[in-house]
């Protein structure tokens, strides 16, 4: 494989990428960490949130629990009160 001229000089400054550089690219998905691809395109702040945020204490198990569940762990906790608030509906 042949070796890549450094995009940076020995003082750290950043040199002007060339046409060449460019053909060495590779497209994000392929260079990125599957950790970094998921994040890439995500929505960006809400125009009009549609929640709001709070501070609220919660047992260390019930937030471990749901944490164990891995990413999206917190909508999935809001998923799960909004079902408790369907089955038990208020009078008031």
């Known amino acids: 494989m042949k070796k890549r001229k450094s995009l940076t000089d020995s003082k750290g400054e950043v040199r002007e990428v060339s046409s060449t550089d460019l053909k060495g690219f590779r497209a994000a998905r392929e260079a990125l960490p599957a950790s970094v691809r998921r ?25 471990a629990r749901f944490r164990a569940t891995g990413d999206g762990w917190q909508s999935r906790m809001d998923a799960a009160l909004q079902e408790w608030l369907r089955k038990h509906k208020s009078a008031a």
């Open 39 to 63: 994040k890439v395109g995500v929505r960006g702040p809400q125009k009009a949130p549609t929640k709001e945020r709070i501070t609220i204490r919660l047992s260390p198990e019930v937030v």
